[in-house]
């Protein structure tokens, strides 16, 4: 898969999703100072963010994805979006990383780990992570982390509608097919099929696992790293995507 192609499957799969959007803007509001988005991808939760005057660092291992969040946040100056990262006033920044272990030049107010992302960890560097966020937190500072601790059985005869994006003529469509629950980690299977301008259609199967967490047992995980527990909070399901549990917790000072 091209670099442009894995962008667009991340905006058809994850881009429209908008039901966590007011939570991470309360949050926001309420922390000030900047904030950290852990796999920001191409810029759904960071550009939304900015445009409200949050400053937003953007942190993602995959350089190919940033690339579209820059460009995004340039093609977006006439709005104020933001600028070039070292401008002054800038709003946007991008900081090619691993989430397992990173450094920020300047503390954070608040981190955010959207769509169940600490999930998709494996224990160990879930484990880094978290001690990576404390240290880039400043005191009393928040980490915000969605989590799925189970997805509920399908209900009713129909399934579910596909995620579907037209660019350049070509229509990418990503089909929810099926959520393997054996005990362990949690499989969401989908079945990718693109149609090209002269109407050729090509199928692939793709699927995401996301590794069983408790609200619990992130507790347990983030009080070894320096946090306390401040509360949960929940996004309730839509009709495309599952509701999930929000862990929130203060780094202690």
Not at 214 to 222: I, K, N, P, T, V
């Amino acid at each position: 898969m091209n670099a442009a192609t894995a962008a667009i499957w991340h905006d058809v799969e994850c881009g429209s999703y908008a039901a966590d959007l007011p939570l991470w803007e309360e949050l926001a509001e309420r922390c000030g100072g900047s904030v950290l988005e852990l796999g920001c991808g191409t810029g759904r939760v960071a550009l939304h963010l900015a445009r409200r005057g949050h400053p937003v660092i953007g942190l993602d291992r995959d350089p190919q994805l940033l690339a579209v969040l820059r460009e995004r946040v340039s093609d977006s100056r006439h709005s104020g979006v933001g600028r070039e990262s070292d401008a002054p006033g800038g709003l946007v920044e991008t900081l090619l990383a691993d989430a397992g272990g990173f450094e920020l030049p300047e503390q954070a107010g608040l981190v955010l780990a959207p769509m169940q992302f600490l999930q998709l960890l494996d224990d160990a560097d879930r484990l880094s992570c978290l001690g990576s966020c404390a240290g880039s937190l400043a005191p009393g500072g928040l980490l915000a982390a969605a989590i799925v601790e189970d997805v509920p059985a399908s209900e009713g005869p129909l399934p579910p509608l596909p995620d579907v994006r037209e660019v350049g003529g070509w229509i990418y469509s990503s089909l929810p097919v099926a959520v393997d629950r054996m005990g362990g980690p949690i499989v969401l299977r989908r079945l990718r099929q693109t149609v090209s301008p002269d109407g050729e259609l090509r199928d692939e199967e793709s699927s995401v696992e996301l590794r069983a967490l408790s609200a619990a047992a992130l507790e347990a995980d983030a009080a070894e790293a320096g946090f306390a527990p401040a509360g949960r909070r929940w996004i309730a399901p839509t009709e495309a995507h599952v509701g999930s549990h929000v862990v929130l917790l203060e780094k202690v000072a």
